[in-house]
């Protein structure tokens, strides 16, 4: 009885003092490799900046009235509504690379890494679905604006959650779900 007491109030605390009616997503960055001091607090601007446009009401709107080709959707939608991927998004659980439960948070490890030679200079970066790695292009990082990283950021977050895009520059890719996000993100964070 006291525990569950306790767990309450505990629960009941950690609750931001800004929050609505339902649970903002936050992020959680558990592991940061090869950031300098410098580089580091520019995640952390980019942090607050995506929590800040993910929990809006401006970025529901835009997520919720996307289209593509006239219709309502987005492209590589996994079967589901803008609604559905909304709902599913603020969730914070994560599909790979295992899925994990409702907790409201986006779930980050993140790797700085500089690329070869013979690797595009423009990958911004890339996750893979075996990992909870995500790797950050460092000379995009270090050009970047802190709206611009937020919006690779929540691109490489939404692949975690479960969606993917074609891989060459296609006219539908910018209307996937990691894409379309991620500029809504970096449109949002520009104002
Ligand atoms: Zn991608």
Redesign the pocket.
């Known amino acids: 009885m006291k525990i569950i007491q306790i767990l309450t109030l505990l629960f009941t605390m950690s609750a931001p003092v800004w929050a609505q009616s339902s649970q903002p997503l936050l992020m959680n960055i558990h592991t940061a490799e090869n950031f300098t001091d410098q580089q580091y607090d520019k995640l952390m601007q980019a942090k607050q900046l995506v929590e800040l446009i993910i929990n809006s009401a401006a970025f529901k709107s835009r997520v919720l009235n996307f289209s593509y080709n006239g219709t309502q959707e987005f492209v590589q939608n996994n079967g589901m509504s803008n609604q559905q991927i909304y709902d599913l998004l603020m969730t914070g659980a994560e599909m790979f690379p295992q899925q994990t439960a409702s907790d409201h948070f986006m779930d980050f490890d993140l790797v700085l890494y500089k690329p070869k030679w013979y690797q595009s200079k423009k990958v911004l970066g890339y996750t893979d679905q075996s990992t909870n790695v995500i790797h950050i292009n460092k000379s995009f990082f270090n050009q970047a604006s802190v709206n611009e990283i937020a919006m690779n950021l929540v691109?490489?977050w939404v692949?975690k959650m479960g969606f993917d895009?074609d891989f060459k520059n296609t006219s539908r890719r910018p209307s996937s779900v990691?894409y379309a996000v991620g500029y809504i993100v970096r449109d949002l964070g520009s104002m």
């Open positions: 691109h490489e692949h895009h990691p």
